[in-house]
Structures are given as C-alpha cells and as structure tokens.
C-alpha cells in the first residue's frame, strides 16, 4: 500500500498531514520493524486454533516436563503439554488482554481528561484529587484487591489494569487540552457562540490525538507487563488457559529442573512490548514539530 | 515558587483522606473471613462470631473506619489479626529488606542510567551510542521478574556465582548482605535505568547544542569542565524524576521480585495480607506507602521548580 | 493404641527406648556435639503460644518443642505414653482415667499434677476465640482424682480420646502463664526452652536442662528461620546454611539425587480431598454421577505426573500400609469409558459443568482433573482462591459446590472419618451421608478392641469405595524431612514435623 492510497482513504482536510507522517514512519527501520512484527503477532493470534501443532489443553502426566523433541518442539511444561502449541494460544489472550485493558484506560482517561482540562474549575480539581488518590496507592496491590473482590479472572484483572492505568492517560490529555485551549482559534469559536462540546470535538480533540497515539502504544506495552504480572501470581487467566504472564509464573516453580521454560513466554512478551514501544517511538518522530508535545 | 506549591500542599490533604478511605473500603471488600480461618479445626458457627466479636470485626463499616482513623491519628497502626504483631513493628522489620532492595535498585539505576546516558549522548551516533539505546530500548520492554528469573538461572544456576533466594542482614557481613541483594536488585533497577539513560541521552543532546554552552567555552572555560557541569546540571531533572517515580511505584514493583527472591520485605508481606485478608497489615503498609508516595510527589514538584527556571516563571 | 488391659510393661519398656534411644543410624557410633545448636528453616514459626488459641497447620511443631502432650507419638504416629503414663477405660470409652507423672516440673517452678491438667484443660474447653472448642466439645468433665490420677467423662463414646491428646488439646502449659492474659512466653515441660523470637522471622529455643528425660535432648538449641517459600527453603540446606527443613514432593527428587543429605518420607500428612456440596450442584447427589467423577480421575498419573513420583493414589483416608488403612479394599478403577457410560445412565451424557475452586498450592493437581475430566463431557471451571479463600467458599460461605483442599489426615482415621462422613460436619457442608456408614462410624467410636475397629474400619473403606459420599481423596503427596550429613539421629516420624528429640548434631570432624 502506498502512502498515497492511504492518504486517499483519509478525510481531505487533514490528508496532507497524514500523508506527511506516512512518508516519514516509513523511513525509519525500527519502526517498521516493530510494526511488522506487531502485524504477524496479530496474524498468529488471530490463526491461533490453525496454527497449533497440538491442543495445547491436552496433558500427558507421564510426560511432563520433557526438553525439545521432534514431537514437541519447544517440550512438555508441568503438566505434560506441548510449550509450542500454549504459546500461540498464548499470544491470543496476552494481546487481547493488552487491548482490552488499553481500552478501559482510554475510555476512562480520554473522556474526563478532556473535560477536566477543557473546563477547569471544580470539576478539574476534584477528577485531580481522584487520580491523585489513585496514583497514590501501590499499582499491583490495588489490581490485586480489585481482582480479589471481584474474583480472578482475565476480564476483571484487565479492567483492574485498565482503571488503575487510567490516571496516566488522563493526565496526559489534561495536560495537551492545556496547551491547546490558550491557543486563539479556540478562543475565536467560544466567542462566535460555538458550544463546548463542539469545540471539544471539533478543536481540541484532533489536537490532543497526535501525543495520545503515541502514549498508547507505549501504555499496551505497560498494560502487557502488568497483565503479565497479575497472571505471575495467579490472579490474571485462569486454568487451564495459558497467557505469557501465567506461563512465567508457573516456570518458577521448576526453575531448577527446567529453566527453559521460563525464557519462552518472557522473550514473547519483551519482544511484544519491545515492539509497541519502537512503533510509539516511530510514530512520535514522525509527527514533528507542528504538533504543542 | 510558592503559589505553585500551595494548591499542591491543599490538594494533597483530601487526597490523603481519600486514599484512607478506599484503602478501607477496599479491604473491607476482599473475600474471605478472617474470622474464620482463625477459628481453627471445625468451629461452629458460634465460635466463628465469638472471634468476629473478639477481633470487631461485627461492627458497622463506618465504625470500624471510625476507630481505625482515631488510632491512626494516635500513631497506632493496629495489630494483625494472625499473629497478634502490631503493624508498626511489622512495617518495621521488613523495611530494612525492602530498603536495601531500593537501595541497589536505586544505585544501579542512576549509575548505569547517568553514565550510559551521558556517554551515549558524548558519543552520539557511535557504535557505543547504538549499542546503549537498543539495550536501553529492551530493558524498559522487559518485565522485571523475567530479568530477575534469568539472572537467577544465569548466576545462580549454571555459574553458581550468588545465591538465588534468601536474605542476609548487612550486620552478618558486608558481602554476604550484598550477595544476596544484588540479583534482586539490578532487576528491579533494569527498567529505571535503560529509562534515566534514555532521557538523560536526550537531554543532553538538547544541551549539547545550546548556545550557552558556546558561550562557556569563549568565556575560556576547558569543554572537559563545561561539559561535565552543564551536562549534570541537565540530568538532574530527568534524574529527580526518574528516581521520584520509581520510589513511588516501588511497592509495587517489589512485590513480585521479593516473592521469586524469598525476601521477607513489604512487598511480600502486603501480598500475604491481601491473601488472607489481614485487613490491619495491608491497611497500615498500603497507607504508609501512600503518604510516602504524596510527599514524594510533593519534594519533586519543589525540586522540580526549584531547577526548571521556566517553570518557575510560568 | 488402646486396650483394655493396662499397659504398664509396654509403656515402661517405651520410655525405656524413647530416653536410650538416640537412635543413632545402624554405623557405628557417632559421637554428638552436646553444645552444638541446630538450625531449621519453616514454613511458620509460631503466631500464638496458648495451643487454645493457636490456629495449628505447621506450628504445633514448634510447639512441641515447648509443652509436653499428655499422650506422646511414637515415629508411626501411634500413641504412647508421655506426661501420662498409662490410660484405660472401663466403660466402653466414655470414661478414660489416665495415670500421670510425678517427677515433672514447669520451667517457672510449677509442679505438674492432675489439678493442673483439670486447669489447662478447662482454659482449652472456656477461652474465649479458642480454637479447640469444637474438638472438645465431646468432653462432659475433667476432673482430678489425686495428684497423679485424671478422669475424663466423656458425652459418647469415643476411643480416639487419647489419640486427641496427642496434640494441641493434650499439650501442658503452666497455668501461671495464662492466669494474667494471653500467653506472651510459652512456659512448659518440654524439652526445649523459649528463649527469643522475631514475629513471621526466626525463633530461638535453648535445651531445657531439666528435662524429665533429659537423654532426649542432644542439641544446645534449636535455631528456626521461617521461610515461606519452599524453593528457599531447599536452597538454604543445599547450601549448608540451615542443618534441616520440610520440604514438598516437588522437591524430593532432586534432594535424594544431592550428595551429603538425608532424607525421610512423611507419606500421610497430605492429602488433596474433594469435597462436593448437592444442595449447591443438584447433580451431585446422585450417586452415579459421584461415582462416575471418581472414576475418570487417573490418580495414577496424577502421583507420577504431577507430584513426580513422590505421592501415591488416594484409595483410603490412609497411605498404604499405615495404621488404618486396610488391606484387600478394592480402590475405585481408572476408567474413563465406565464413567462416561454411568454418566449417561444417570441422565448427564450431554455433559456438565460446575465451578471448581482449590488453593494455589493444588492448582496443577485441579488442572489434571480438569483435564481428565474433560474426557467424560464434564467441564468445570477452576477457579484458584489465595489463601484459606478455597476452604472458605467449601466450608463457610458455602458458595463453592465442589473444590480441592489439603487434609493431613488428623491424628487417627476415626476422627478423620467422623470429620468427613458425619452429618453437620463442617467438613461435610452438603451433609451427604450414608446410614450405614454413620453407623459403621459410630460404631468405631465405641469400639474399644483394636482389631475390631479396623474391621469396622475396612466395611467403611469398601462402602466409600462403592459408592462415594461428600468427600473424595485424590492422592496421598509425600512431603520429607530433610538434613545435612552433620545431624544424626532423626527417626520417621510420620508426624509431618522434624521430631528433634534425640537428633544431635555430629562432633566437629568437618
């Protein structure tokens, strides 16, 4: 696809931007490297139940523990089952964990960072003092109480995740809604009457977009990690699915015996996250500088 | 300076007490009964409530809160409910493992984040340059825990060079202490200081670039000194903030490498507490940590101000 | 185990081996260290000193050090004498008069007599929040007959009362040390004395000196570190730092392949159970679809697999071979393809689901099940509780219709069956019973003729293996008492703790 025929998908006003940001992404290899990778990790997700070469549920409890074979490619974890095939599968729930939790963060964080940025007055402050009271309290030990209440399963550590993370994503658009709020053509539409949610929508929004982009491959990365480590603990995936997080956790337990169990779902996850952070890193470089950091 | 500072001080009070009482209501709200696991073998209902009773753990929530809030404000963090131990005395004991841990974490955080930092912005586009920022890129991707599982199976496993768990206070012995610190501390450390080096890299390309430096330099200043003085000047800020957020999220941090690590700090007694709803111990440690993070928050701001001339003005 | 004669020759002749016994291994002579101290690592030291308040799980090890029991455990977990001398009843087992010591005294001075027994006893039965309420709820009256005679009357018969008192409920305190308040320092009769301890840390016992069998003590001192995590715990004796620790069957392997450790199995003190509650999960008060669960479990595979060969089927409430366990009890088969059929006969050949809930500790053991039971059409979803959460939501709360817990097997099978197989038994919370087995249970409790019991015994083996009730073991896992080639003397106590009576550490030759 060329940059130009993705300019041409985009609305026109902004096409010349975008096409800019395009031109320059492309252009820088670790970016793209990331990005491509990212790309085939969806696809492996996505393929999942067609590219294991095992049920990855099935156990062989007389064969557990068993080094590469040519039956097994990666060997047999704790309960006899083919590393490989929970791996794969593996990748389906770490990522839909990290988008499911990005989400959450974002649609608590964009909302209220907008308005309390845009309105200021009490409303700002008394959405300061909740994330402030968030912020303040431990981040793994709040996830654990809020899964703990709820009971351990991946939806509710993801949502624990999601609220826990959500002060950041909020103070990160406050802070651009700031900026760009001084500027004069926001002033010039509130004084021709534009109501403020327009304004908001119309003004603010597309210009606070550009940081949040980047801020939000960085967050998945973050969001990943913390998933990884409610699921070392066990409070994340439940038995018997297998997330990266849950499959590190479980290595510990036989570090000694079998230690290469511990440095598959760990490199999975660092590459992930690797990865997410380089596109974040690409596409900040790619902006320059017309757009208030 | 001070008209910055002030509406922070004000926020930071009813932030406070907000943060009491979730950490209150959210305790309240784990599963499980204390009571019960305390009842021993096969109590009968009865005797589950006589302990309840005993432990006041049948009075109406805001009651509870109540009392708890009065003895905070006394000093008295409560007593837990397993063994009897007061918190405070609890907090205490672990601290000094918790603290080491932040210690070398800390340490090895500024060191390598400094230095790498400013050696790969010195040597910009080198190889050395290249080499530090994708290390860099990689430790702030990778989870702490799976950097302390390999270093356990690296230098404990196959090199058998320290050991994999355990505690040693620095009273038995310096090496000893440090032996069994290290590991757990450069992986708590790794992420803080592939970030430091990124963002003091950064700042000090700004810098290397600015006109006062050129200035410095007419005025006949050696570039070895101005250097050195204008690049740390310009790595405090990242460095303040840095070592600010890592303190803060330390608690957090902690809790998974205290438990691969086996050392009895704040972390895993925090982590014990949640699973057996010990309400007093998560309450009296996630609260000390609270009030340790907001007065953080609130140094940093005056750091902050204090270094940043533009902030200050704004 | 009781009878009805008395029996004084074999007691004497016990206490004759416990005090010469040092046990030493079948080489020759080692000479001990007699000022040398032994270090141990633990899981828990000790959160309460009053054995009426305290919560039990691994720290009755400890104290044990501290307090004497009026009945003692021999290395198979059977009784004998100790501050008691001999036992007997004479009315089918509800009256049990025990003949006490005269030569013992308490660390702070005390002398230990009958009426001291009587206090502590009473203070076990009345404290408030005590723990031991419920397992001496069967007791009508304590009372002193003379200085060296108890009498306990009890409401029914129940001949596990002195097997009872082998444990916290029989471990003799100094009144004086409960007379004020809460017990701060343990005062007892033991062969260990409190010296020092750190809460959730480490805890220091000197030699008491004036031990009533003072040939039992061969260490200076008894130096415990708690560490929670096993992994440590099998670290720090690799590395010599602590001379002996418990470990799990995760572990038992590897410490048997390491050069310069001893090591004894303990088979009996931990058996995973299921536990089913109908009133929560209809289907499971039909007893072919009970039946038919049991039978798709490979317990087999799960011994081998998941416990790597340190654990064994659970066929019976006991290991075999153990006091309790009967012989020639057919255990339930492996059989998959019959389970499946007598699911659909009871009417579930579409299948079945429920919420299963364990600790973390049985997390692989509960995914095996899963596992397994997949293969029948039954699917169940795991849920992992932190904490005592598992048993909570089984026992108290009663949310959870089916689950996995520990079980150490109590200190006799009547009490365990009694336990599990009554009706309004906490640890029977869907009251599933069976008239005959109640019967057969009762029946033990009065049953004072040992070879009659076991009979009675074995009838109740068969009947649960036929047709299960509310509670199902899965596997025996074996734990093990591991130590440094310096420590001489551990016998295999099948307790599940380090008996550190006539262990002594071997005479510097390092």
């Known amino acids: ?293 | 300076m001070f008209s910055v500072l002030l509406p922070r001080l004000a926020r930071t009070v009813p932030v406070f007490l907000l943060v009491t009482v979730c950490v209150f209501g959210l305790t309240s709200l784990l599963p499980g009964d204390p009571a019960a696991a305390l009842a021993g073998e096969n109590p009968t209902p009865e005797q589950v409530e006589e302990i309840r009773r005993q432990l006041g753990l049948d009075r109406p929530l805001w009651e509870q809160y109540v009392v708890w809030m009065g003895k905070l404000f006394q000093g008295d963090l409560g007593v837990s409910l397993y063994n009897g131990q007061p918190v405070a005395q609890a907090i205490l004991g672990r601290l000094p493992v918790t603290l080491s841990l932040a210690l070398v974490a800390m340490i090895f955080t500024i060191v390598v984040g400094l230095l790498g930092g400013i050696l790969a912005a010195a040597r910009r586009g080198g190889p050395v340059d290249k080499v530090t920022t994708v290390l860099s890129t990689i430790g702030i991707a990778t989870p702490n825990f799976w950097i302390g599982l390999l270093l356990i199976i690296l230098f404990s496993f196959t090199l058998g060079w320290l050991p994999a768990v355990g505690y040693v206070p620095p009273t038995q012995g310096l090496w000893p202490w440090l032996s069994h610190i290290l590991l757990p501390g450069i992986a708590l450390g790794a992420a803080g200081a592939a970030e430091l080096l990124r963002q003091t890299r950064s700042s000090m390309i700004d810098t290397l670039g600015q006109d006062y430096i050129r200035t410095g330099r007419a005025q006949g200043l050696g570039s070895a000194a101005i250097f050195w003085r204008r690049a740390l000047r310009n790595a405090s800020l990242p460095l303040v903030t840095v070592a600010a957020f890592q303190l803060a999220m330390l608690l957090g941090g902690v809790v998974i490498i205290e438990k691969i690590f086996s050392l009895p700090g704040l972390g895993s007694l925090v982590i014990d507490s949640v699973f057996q709803k010990d309400l007093p111990v998560i309450q009296g440690v996630v609260l000390v940590n609270a009030l340790i993070v907001l007065v953080l928050n609130l140094i940093t701001d005056f750091v902050y101000t204090l270094l940043n001339p533009k902030v200050r003005s704004s | 185990m009781r009878r009805s004669a008395p029996v004084v020759g074999v007691a004497l002749a016990a206490i004759v081996a416990l005090a010469g016994c040092s046990a030493e291994p079948a080489a020759p002579t080692v000479e001990i260290d007699p000022d040398a101290r032994i270090s141990v690592a633990s899981l828990a030291a000790v959160t309460k000193w009053d054995p009426g308040l305290n919560v039990g799980g691994p720290e009755p090890a400890f104290l044990r050090m501290v307090y004497d029991t009026l009945v003692g455990l021999d290395p198979d977990n059977r009784p004998i004498p100790s501050l008691a001398t001999e036992w007997t009843t004479d009315d089918g087992g509800v009256t049990y008069t025990f003949t006490l010591r005269d030569d013992v005294t308490f660390t702070d001075g005390t002398e230990f007599d009958a009426d001291v027994a009587v206090e502590v006893l009473e203070h076990y039965r009345t404290v408030e929040a005590g723990t031991l309420k419920g397992i001496l709820s069967n007791i009508d009256t304590v009372e002193a007959e003379d200085d060296t005679t108890l009498v306990i009357t009890q409401k029914t018969p129940d001949v596990t009362l002195p097997v009872l008192l082998t444990d916290r409920p029989g471990m003799m305190i100094s009144p004086a040390s409960f007379a004020a308040g809460p017990v701060e320092k343990p005062v007892g009769t033991g062969p260990f004395v409190w010296v020092d301890e750190v809460q959730t840390v480490s805890l220091t016992l000197d030699r008491n000196d004036d031990y009533w069998n003072p040939d039992a003590v061969k260490v200076a001192g008894v130096d415990v570190q708690v560490m929670e995590d096993p992994v440590a715990r099998f670290n720090a004796i690799r590395s010599g730092s602590i001379d002996a620790t418990l470990i799990g069957a995760d572990q038992i392997e590897e410490a048997r392949n390491l050069p310069g450790l001893g090591l004894y199995e303990i088979k009996g003190r931990a058996a995973r159970l299921i536990t089913i509650n109908p009133d929560l999960e209809p289907a499971l008060g039909d007893p072919d679809v009970r039946l038919a669960l049991n039978m798709a479990i490979d317990r087999e595979g799960i011994a081998q697999g998941v416990l790597f060969g340190s654990g064994e089927p659970g066929d019976q409430l006991r290991p075999v071979g153990f006091p309790g366990y009967s012989e020639g009890v057919e255990p339930i088969p492996y059989d998959p393809e019959g389970a499946r059929d007598l699911l659909e006969k009871a009417g579930y050949g579409d299948g079945l689901s429920m919420v299963f809930v364990t600790q973390p500790r049985y997390q692989k053991e509960a995914e095996a099940i899963q596992a397994n039971w997949a293969e029948i059409g039954v699917d169940i979803e795991v849920q992992v509780l932190p904490g005592s959460g598992a048993g909570v939501a089984m026992w108290y709360d009663k949310t959870a219709a089916i689950g996995l817990a520990n079980f150490d097997g109590r200190q006799d099978i009547g009490i365990a069956l009694r336990a599990l197989f009554l009706p309004n038994q906490v640890n029977n919370p869907g009251n599933v019973v069976d008239d005959e087995v109640t019967r057969l249970i009762t029946e033990s409790s009065a049953e004072t003729d040992e070879d009659a019991r076991q009979a009675l015994f074995k009838q109740i083996a068969q009947k649960l293996n036929e047709a299960p009730l509310g509670v199902w073991p899965v596997v025996w896992g074996y734990e093990a008492v591991v130590y440094t080639d310096r420590v001489v003397g551990f016998q295999p106590y099948q307790s599940g703790f380090p008996v550190l009576t006539g262990v002594g550490i071997a005479a510097a030759a390092e």
Do not use: C
């Not at chain 1, 109501?195 to 977009?209: E, G, Q, T």
């Not at chain 1, 760990?266 to 902006?287: C, K, Q």
């Open chain 1, 1 to 293: 696809m060329t940059t130009r025929a993705i300019a041409a998908i985009l609305p026109p006003k902004r096409a010349a931007g975008r096409r800019r940001f395009l031109q320059r992404f492309v252009r820088q290899p670790l970016a793209m490297t990331g990005l491509v990778y990212l790309v085939l990790i969806a696809l492996v997700a996505a393929l999942a139940p067609l590219l294991v070469p095992h049920d990855p549920n099935v156990q062989d409890l007389r064969g557990v523990l068993q080094p590469p074979s040519a039956e097994h490619l990666l060997g047999t974890d704790e309960l006899g089952r083919d590393v490989l095939s929970r791996l794969i599968m593996g990748s389906r729930v770490s990522l839909l964990a990290a988008v499911q939790g990005t989400a959450v963060a974002i649609a608590i964080g964009l909302p209220l960072g907008l308005i309390a940025g845009y309105v200021r007055g009490r409303t700002d402050r008394v959405v300061m003092i909740l994330t402030d009271t968030i912020m303040a309290l431990p981040a793994l030990v709040l996830a654990m109480a809020i899964v703990a209440i709820w009971g351990p399963s991946l939806t509710n550590a993801m949502l624990a995740i999601g609220i826990i993370t959500a002060p950041r994503a909020l103070r990160l658009v406050r802070g651009s809604v700031l900026h760009i709020r001084e500027e004069t053509y926001i002033e010039a539409s509130r004084s021709i009457g534009t109501p403020d949610w327009k304004i908001i929508v119309k003004h603010v929004l597309p210009n606070a977009a550009a940081p949040l982009i980047v801020f939000t491959a960085v967050l998945a990365g973050t969001v990943m990690l913390m998933e990884a480590g409610l699921s070392f603990i066990g409070l994340g995936v439940q038995p018997p699915e297998a997330s990266w997080g849950a499959m590190l956790g479980t290595s510990f337990r036989y570090l000694s015996r079998a230690p290469i169990l511990a440095i598959y779902p760990g490199l999975a996850i660092a590459v992930t996250v690797l990865a997410l952070n380089l596109v974040g890193d690409g596409v900040r470089d790619s902006i320059g500088k017309q757009v208030q950091r």
